[in-house]
């Protein structure tokens, strides 16, 4: 019998928009440090294995994985880099515990995103070598062409766009942890310098730093070691077109297919009604409604008026992004998916503070790896 796996420890660093005063190892080392205590395990005596989650590409230094087992503790014991999104990580643990092979296992991720000065030409590394790099273009454009597509396609307007934005950076006033809280309204942000049309400076996501470790444990080891273990009920990850021609630029079918997977695992057949809330990729302001809709959470083309109608405002009848979002905490590069992953995990155990959720059971998770990837994660989580 395959055992269930749940999240027993977690521990974070402030999300910050630079950190010239850590390197991203002591992060690491804060964030594991604060996830064994809260797990209740050490890491040589009690952790089978370990994952870290980040990229070369993103990270900015080459084998930067060679310095992360020190950090975690995790010296001689064995350690799977995982070169993307750290839901993915989680994943990888998930599977892993399932399978039988492991019984505890740590997930690090983290991002020291104000270490790369030259963030546009390194995503351009990413485009089609042949297609598309030549260009010799800002690969931020693929973002302004994607949200006119959306825009086109739905009938979502570039105010209710704006609303999501200034809902985001409102939540993230209750949220510690972030680094982008204000209060802000709608016509600030069209107003608000255009970039790559028809997306305007406040409609992206700033960078930020930060460093995130889970434990997640079998079912025996979880009943064990905390009396608020958050089980994972469904997951499900999806890379879709491989190049800018070959995608669907008005739909997110990458999220579409990762949720589906996802619901199937839980068993989840009517999403907007068996699931609480969710935190979903913002790291665009258009990207929220284009993720609901993908993740079945509303019908394609309402997630405009869902927002305007302020359903997804903490108070309302589906809260998205209570945590601020990317658009409120800072874009963490690989560890973006397990931030929305931590305030589930918060939201569940009723340590979210001054934004806590009342009477929540089941929260959901997305992740896409931004431009110009078509390609995501999902989690379903629940504390019964």
């Given at each position: 019998m395959f055992p269930k796996v749940a999240i027993v420890g977690i521990g974070y660093t402030p999300f910050r928009p630079i950190t010239p005063d850590v390197s991203f190892r002591e992060m690491v080392f804060e964030a594991a440090s604060k996830a064994y205590e809260d797990a209740g395990v050490h890491p040589q005596e009690d952790i089978d294995s370990f994952v870290t989650c980040q990229d070369d590409f993103e990270h900015g230094r080459s084998i930067w994985n060679m310095q992360t087992p020190d950090n975690l503790g995790a010296v001689l014991k064995p350690i799977h880099t995982n070169c993307g999104d750290g839901i993915l990580g989680l994943i990888d643990a998930y599977m892993q515990i399932k399978s039988g092979l492991r019984s505890i296992v740590a997930v690090e991720t983290h991002s020291k995103a104000s270490n790369v000065i030259n963030r546009n030409h390194l995503i351009a590394h990413a485009t089609d070598p042949i297609y598309n790099k030549p260009l010799n273009i800002n690969p931020y454009f693929i973002a302004g062409m994607e949200m006119n597509r959306y825009l086109l396609e739905t009938g979502t307007t570039k105010e209710q766009c704006a609303l999501v934005v200034s809902k985001n950076k409102t939540n993230a006033l209750f949220n510690p942890l972030a680094a982008y809280g204000e209060k802000i309204t709608p016509k600030e942000v069209l107003d608000s310098e255009e970039m790559f049309s028809p997306l305007k400076r406040?409609?992206?996501?700033?960078?930020?730093?930060?460093?995130?470790?889970?434990?997640?444990?079998?079912?025996?080891?979880?009943?064990?070691?905390?009396?608020?273990?958050i089980w994972i009920r469904g997951l499900g990850w999806c890379s879709e077109a491989p190049s800018l021609e070959t995608r669907e630029w008005g739909e997110a079918i990458y999220a579409k297919l990762a949720g589906e997977m996802a619901y199937r695992i839980a068993g989840i057949k009517h999403p907007r009604k068996q699931i609480d809330f969710a935190e979903v990729d913002d790291t665009f302001s258009y990207k929220e409604p284009q993720h609901m809709e993908a993740l079945k959470l509303c019908r394609r083309g309402e997630a405009g008026s869902m927002i305007e109608e302020g359903a997804t405002q903490r108070e309302g009848e589906f809260p998205t992004n209570v945590s601020g979002g990317s658009l409120g905490v800072g874009f963490l590069v690989e560890a973006t998916g397990p931030q929305r992953v931590l305030e589930v995990v918060l939201q569940l155990r009723g340590e979210a503070g001054g934004r806590q959720l009342p009477d929540v059971k089941v929260g959901l998770a997305q992740s896409w790896r931004g431009i110009p990837y078509a390609s995501g994660a999902v989690m379903i989580l629940s504390k019964e």
């Open positions: 406040l409609d992206m996501s700033p960078m930020a730093d930060g460093g995130i470790v889970m434990v997640l444990a079998s079912e025996e080891k979880a009943k064990a070691l905390t009396d608020k273990p």
